[in-house]
């Protein structure tokens, strides 16, 4: 299941006219990246919630690489409530896994599922390295969690704790696997995965975290949403070997990189003013008296006049 009924509050202007989940990634929405990552891995159908425009969500479906269901929620539901909401569609299920509708990322879910079914966890949480503990919860691990595969991967999760939170600990990547009993557990109802199921899971011992490295991307806010193409386009244009795997879903799909203009460009996009790191999406314009730096543009964004810009997300007048 697809996390993807948010309002997208904190991503404004841009989800003024348009949902969070089909707000482009490099020319591609966001939803259609998610889905392509899980038909990459194998999974065969997938179920996404949707509250603020579901016209929006909807549309993207239509063009999932995999089966995809929507289940609309009239008044939004919370984490917790909209997967309760579509329990039924779990029954018989083993396990299945939990994506958060606003994060890009290249992270081990296979792997992550093995050693989760090897394991007497309900709930498994991939985890990363925490990168500002000031904004994202903290996920305290401390101890390992016996998995049965070769070098026991999986750490027990002991608490949960909020943002600024004194102690040390992991971010939660927006991902995790459940064994399918865990539902009947979630009220009817609006709640929160965290205190409808994460806190009670990590109480009893029985939530684990998968502890990986990889390419990690929140798409929050406007700042994120730029700074995130900026540094998957910085790591594409050097060669990393961390974001191959990635960059194979992104190049042509549809967006061309310049290594000239050290920037991504989508083949009906015009540049004719100087330009350097930036991502220009379908349909966009920059002007011949244009310089425009380190700028994300969106459908159909147009700089045009005698303008000097940079470190900006542009959006469609």
Not at 248 to 255: D, E, Q
Not at 271 to 281: K, M, S, Y
Request: hydrophobic share 45%.
């Amino acid at each position: 299941m697809i996390l993807a009924a948010g309002l997208g509050t904190r991503l404004r202007p841009v989800t003024d006219k348009i949902a969070k989940p089909a707000v482009p990634f490099f020319g591609r929405p966001i939803l259609l990246r998610t889905l392509d990552l899980l038909a990459e891995i194998g999974v065969t159908e997938a179920i996404v919630n949707s509250h603020y425009r579901p016209d929006d969500v909807a549309r993207l479906l239509a063009k999932s690489p995999i089966p995809a269901t929507l289940s609309h929620e009239p008044e939004i539901l919370g984490t917790g409530g909209g997967l309760a909401r579509v329990r039924e569609k779990f029954r018989g299920e083993e396990a299945f896994l939990l994506i958060n509708g606003d994060v890009i990322f290249e992270l081990p879910l296979g792997e992550a599922f093995v050693a989760h079914r090897a394991s007497e966890a309900l709930g498994t949480l991939l985890l990363l390295r925490n990168p500002d503990p000031s904004r994202y919860g903290i996920i305290v691990a401390p101890e390992g969690f016996h998995s049965g595969c070769a070098g026991d991967p999986l750490r027990r999760v002991d608490r949960i704790l909020p943002p600024a939170a004194s102690g040390e600990g992991f971010l939660y990547a927006g991902a995790a696997i459940f064994s399918g009993s865990v539902l009947d557990r979630l009220p009817e109802g609006r709640s929160e995965l965290v205190p409808a199921l994460l806190g009670p899971l990590s109480s009893e011992g029985a939530l684990a975290g998968y502890l990986s490295d990889g390419i990690w991307y929140e798409l929050g806010t406007p700042g994120d949403l730029l700074q995130a193409h900026l540094d998957l386009l910085r790591r594409m244009l050097a060669g990393r070997m961390d974001s191959l795997p990635l960059a194979r879903r992104i190049v042509g799909n549809p967006m061309r990189f310049d290594r000239e203009l050290r920037s991504a460009i989508h083949p009906t996009a015009r540049i004719d003013g100087l330009v350097d790191e930036i991502i220009a999406d379908e349909g966009c314009v920059v002007g011949e008296a244009v310089e425009l730096r380190r700028s994300l543009l969106l459908p159909g964004a147009r700089v045009g006049g005698d303008t000097t810009l940079a470190d900006r997300v542009i959006t469609r007048e």
